[in-house]
Nanobody, 122 residues
Framework: QVQLVESGGGLVQPGGSHRLSCAAV????????MGWYRQAPGKQRELVAS???????IYAESVKGRFTISRDDLRHRVYLQMNSLTSEDTAVYYC????????????????WGQGTQVTVSS
């Protein structure tokens, strides 16, 4: 069973920085594409950033230059460093993985964490 557990959500002041972390269990992490999505109230879930193993990272236009995604293949974690936060970044942030389970029978698919709330407000 794949589990993605996010941590680090909270209240942040405009202009501030914050880091989200996601721990992945049950997936062959080294070959998985990892990412972060977010969903603001009344809006659709959108891709924030993704990072394959050894490939190019992808960022939403709205976060380019402010957010940085990184991964630790040894610890099976993915991070999202968020800088220069604005109220537009307020959303529930979801950890995402596309990969193969690490136990038999192997299953490939998309997996989601439960989400962590980030609120940018003074």
């Amino acid at each position: 069973q794949v589990q993605l557990v996010e941590s680090g959500g909270g209240l942040v002041q405009p202009g501030g920085s914050h880091r989200l972390s996601c721990a992945a269990v049950g997936i062959i992490f080294e070959s998985a594409i990892m990412g972060w999505y977010r969903q603001a109230p009344g809006k659709q879930r959108e891709l924030v950033a993704s990072i394959p193993n050894g490939g190019n990272t992808i960022y939403a236009e709205s976060v380019k230059g402010r957010f940085t995604i990184s991964r630790d293949d040894l610890r099976h974690r993915v991070y999202l460093q968020m800088n220069s936060l604005t109220s537009e970044d307020t959303a529930v942030y979801y950890c995402y993985a596309n990969g193969v389970t690490d136990r038999l029978p192997r299953r490939s698919g998309d997996y989601w964490g439960q989400g962590t709330q980030v609120t940018v407000s003074s």
